[in-house]
């Protein structure tokens, strides 16, 4: 069984050390990936501490990977030694029922598999990118365009595709009104796609520090959230609204941004249920939804259109040893705007 090095967390408070990791074989349909980069998701902070349940520890995190196909199993058929391909928050699913075949996988009836904290079909627990190498099903497995570098094409992965996933299925275009809360790594994805897909995009950050940024990345507006002026102008402007936030706000102060028929769309995941006083989604007919991720031809999708209009993350690239730094940053909203990890920090695999 191939190991490979890692850096794993260990408990939910200490910081995570070098470790590794036990890939299986690759099997007929795997393909054995050189991870050249890993993101960091906010997703892999909540889960090590514990934010959405317990988790088995030793865990290595990461469902943000790109790198170089290193080994094929011998049915394979998408992909050969030495593409560019990357692997997102889902190893596995059914691939059976309705969602699958309607190539919504992240809502496979049976459950999908996570990359990371997922039992595998072996009933180990899946282990994730923050490490050299992964082993996958083809199916599970994208083509990064040639265009787009790997430590870029990393953070599009999740933050990418959980961001355009709502954005298509709500049809932001030209004429929509599309506001983004929250500018962290899915926050700014969101407004670069939003942008590209040719809505009118307006930022609404916690302050105006990232003000010149978020209009560089495509806003046409930016507001901040801690000026209580901010909800009275914009009563009944939105189209559409993307929350990124990983902690609980007053949606029903945001929920009063929304104009006639418009969706207030949650990917942001605390753990806290929320609360909505039903008055408020009464009021211009609204509604309250929420999105997971994407499917993998939509991944696929998200992939060609940001390298067809030239969209790809700001990153920070840094070594394995900087990453927990890197998670206290994350946590105090002070990350500009994706944190993306060099693999080959990691030693030998
Ligand atoms: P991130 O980089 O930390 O961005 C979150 C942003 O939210 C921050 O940059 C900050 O933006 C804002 N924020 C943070 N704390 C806040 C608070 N207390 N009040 C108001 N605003 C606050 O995180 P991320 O990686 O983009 O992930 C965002 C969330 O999406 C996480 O909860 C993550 O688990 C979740 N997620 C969900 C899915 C899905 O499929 N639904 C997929 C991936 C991630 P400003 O500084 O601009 O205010
Ligand atoms: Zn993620
Ligand atoms: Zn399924």
Same mark, same amino acid.
């Given at each position: ?53 317990? $988790? ?5 995190? *990461? !469902? ?8 094929? @199993?011998? =049915? /394979? #058929? ?101 506001? $983004? ?5 899915? *926050? !700014? ?8 897909? @040719?809505? =009118? /995009? #307006? ?147």
């Amino acid at each position: 069984m191939p190991t490979v090095a890692a850096y794993t967390a260990t408990s939910p408070t200490a910081p995570l050390t070098p470790g590794t990791v036990e890939r299986r074989e690759v099997g007929p349909k795997d393909v054995l990936i050189d991870i050249a980069y890993a993101g960091v998701c906010h997703s892999d902070i909540h889960t090590v501490r514990g934010d959405w349940g317990e $988790v088995p520890y030793p865990l290595t995190v *990461g !469902h943000e990977i790109a790198g170089v196909v290193a080994r094929v @199993g011998e =049915e /394979v #058929t998408a992909h050969k030694v030495g593409d560019r391909v990357g692997v997102g928050c889902m190893v596995d699913s059914c691939r059976e029922c309705a969602n699958c075949l309607a190539g919504a996988e992240q809502y496979c009836l049976r459950g999908f598999t996570d990359t990371y904290n997922g039992t595998d079909r072996d009933g180990t627990t899946t282990q994730g990118g923050y490490s050299t190498g992964i082993v996958v099903d083809e199916h599970f497995v994208l083509r990064i365009p040639d265009t787009i570098p790997f430590e870029k094409a990393a953070p599009l992965l999740c933050a990418g595709i959980t961001t355009y996933s709502p954005l298509r299925n709500w049809n932001a275009g030209p004429g929509t009104k599309v506001a $983004v809360v929250g500018l962290g790594g899915l *926050g !700014h994805m969101a407004v670069k796609i939003a942008h590209a897909l @040719g809505a =009118e /995009v #307006t930022v609404l950050s916690q302050s105006l520090k990232k003000r010149e940024d978020g209009l560089r990345f495509g806003a046409d507006h930016y507001h901040a959230t801690a000026d209580p002026a901010t909800f009275e102008q914009l009563a009944g402007a939105f189209d559409l609204i993307v929350n990124t936030v990983s902690a609980p706000i007053d949606l029903d102060a945001y929920l009063n941004l929304l104009a006639l028929d418009g969706t207030i769309v949650s990917v942001g995941a605390p753990p806290e249920p929320v609360s909505v006083t039903l008055f408020t989604l009464f009021e211009n007919r609204r509604s309250f939804a929420g999105s997971k991720i994407g499917g993998i031809a939509q991944t696929q999708e998200m992939l060609d259109f940001c390298a067809e209009h030239g969209i790809a993350p700001e990153v920070e690239v840094i070594a394995a040893d900087e990453v927990n730094d890197a998670w206290e940053r994350v946590l105090a909203s002070d990350v500009r705007y994706r944190f993306v990890i060099d693999t080959s920090t990691l030693g030998g695999s």
